[in-house]
Structure formats: structure tokens, C-alpha cells
């Protein structure tokens, strides 16, 4: 029942691959035949090296649907950095999916492509509505193994990429410290501040202005009547 359901659409699949399918036998790591194997590949393994083309990339999968990604958001939650971004169904039917979160880091890493760091399987989301996908991240997930230290080491510029599969990334977004929720509320209140103070000295000027012409108003009546007073009084 369960291959029927899918095959006549009763059932909309929602699998990802877990690793990725080489397109020919040059996109893998050749195995050897000696007692020692020396991991020269080092991080660049399955969707981790850039040089390897994929038939099917690495969280690939198969739907019939269609989804579109928006508004990717981050702030702090706790100790963790929270990532958000919209979902929504532009499809004709009711359908899952699987948004992924990949990071990648500075060159000093020295990784060869993003990596997975999170994922979020969305509920059943009806045509043309929109759920919100989650991702939690720590200060390990944002940080890379310095071998010149011998520890690892929090990075200070990460982005953050959100799609559909390793090869259909569809959203990007800072995730820099300088960059989080807390930096950017610091940043606009400061900004509002500013514009807080030069609207408040614009009034101030204009205030001081209307009270200059206004006395010079007032002495100007004055001088006018004193005028007026010494011509009636020589008239006389």
C-alpha cells in the first residue's frame, strides 16, 4: 500500500538522501590496496569537495510539490543562535519537505565547501501556505578545530545558507557575532537615538528662532508707539 499511495499521489514523498551519488567513478575517493591508507582527502569527502560532480547531491529528495524559502532571520536564544526562515507550499498539493541549514566558515578554516550543520522537517504544509522552519546552532556548531592551538575556535565570520539540498541553496544570511540579533537591536536603538537627538535640536533652533523674531516683533511695536507718543506730544 505504501508504494501505491506514493506512485498515485495519495502520499506525497519527503526522503532525503543522506549522503551524495557521484555522477562517475572520478567523483569518489579511490580505494587502495596497501595495509596503510593515508587520509590525504582530508574534510573533502561525498559533498564536502567541491571537485565532485553529483547525479544526485547530498540531501536531495523527491516531492511533488514545489517550495520557496523567504525571510531568513537570526537571534540569539539563550545560549544558542537561532535561525529562522519561511516555508511556504507553491505547489498544487499538500506536501513535506526537509529545509537544511548549512554553514560556511572563513577561509582560516580551511574547509573545503559548507557544511550541514542543521535541519527541519516541516509539517504537512497546504498549497500555498507557509510554515516556519527552525534551526538551532551552539557555539561548537559556529566553531572550527584550529590544529595551530590545538583547540577549537569560535569563527568570527560565518554565513549561513538555507535551501533545499547541498547543490539547491536558496536563502544566505550572516551569522557573525558582530552580526547577531543582540548587534543589530545595539545598532538600531543607537541609530534611533541619533535621530532622536538631531530631530530634538531641529526643534530646539526653530523654537529659539520663533522666540528672536517674535521680541524683535515686540520691540519693533515698541519704538513704533514711543514714535507715535513724541509726535502727538510736539504736536501739541
Partial sequence: NAWASVIFGDVTPAGRLPIMMPATEK????????????????????????????????????????????????????DQLCVQALVRNTGAVPARTVAQLYIRFPEAADHPAPFLKGFYKTPLILPNSTVTAHFFLSDRDLSWYNRGAGRFTKALDVTGMIGESSADIRLTLGLSEHQSGWGLGLGIFCITLLVCVVVAGALLLQDRWC??????????????????????TSGE
Wanted: glycine content about 8%; charged content about 25%; aromatic content about 14%.
Fill in 211 to 232: 522666540h528672536r523674531r517674535r521680541n524683535a516683533g515686540d520691540r519693533s511695536l515698541l519704538n513704533d508707539d514711543g514714535e507715535d507718543d513724541d509726535s502727538s
Fill in 27 to 78: 567523483d569518489t575517493i579511490p580505494p587502495l590496496d596497501d595495509d596503510w591508507v593515508p587520509y590525504s582527502e582530508g574534510l573533502a569527502t561525498s559533498y564536502r569537495n567541491p571537485k565532485f560532480v553529483a547525479a544526485f547531491p547530498f540531501g536531495h529528495g523527491l516531492t511533488y510539490s514545489t517550495f520557496e524559502y523567504s525571510q531568513p532571520v537570526r537571534f540569539p536564544c539563550g
